[in-house]
């Protein structure tokens, strides 16, 4: 399996070198690509190449996450620092008011590595 993050940024020749292992019948791996909701021209060189891949049957699967909400933060703290959810509410409603008001949320459109950098700096930041 092979995790691709921010492949948005992907130049040509990385694209093409992505079509030619996807689509050789000999690699039976899984490939994981993380595109967020923001645009520029390599996101759209990306999506084109997907949707050559799906004309050529090669199977994609199209995962959208939504923008994280604070409940979701604290789970996830939670599930981190094997507390319960509860005791992370003012953790994560401290990074949600300090990291997700509105612009950076949608930027983070449901990307939990970036939460996680942010969670990693609130609490290196400390009381």
Not at 7 to 32: R, Y
Not at 76 to 102: K, V
């Given at each position: ?17 992505l ?49 994280f ?16 959810s ?42």
């Amino acid at each position: 399996m092979i995790f691709l993050d921010d492949i948005h940024w992907a130049d040509e020749a990385s694209l093409d070198l992505l079509k030619s292992l996807v689509t050789d019948s000999d690699n039976k791996g899984t490939f994981l690509g993380n595109l967020p909701g923001q645009r520029n021209a390599s996101a759209s060189r990306f999506l084109k190449m997907v949707s050559e891949l799906d004309k050529e049957k090669v199977r994609v699967t199209d995962i959208k996450l939504g923008t994280f909400e604070e409940d979701g933060v604290s789970d996830m703290l939670a599930d981190i620092l094997m507390f319960d959810s509860d005791e992370m509410r003012s953790l994560s409603s401290l990074i949600c008011s300090q990291f997700l008001y509105p612009g950076v949320s949608a930027l983070l459109e449901g990307n939990w590595l970036a939460i996680f950098r942010l969670e990693s700096r609130a609490l290196d930041m400390g009381p």
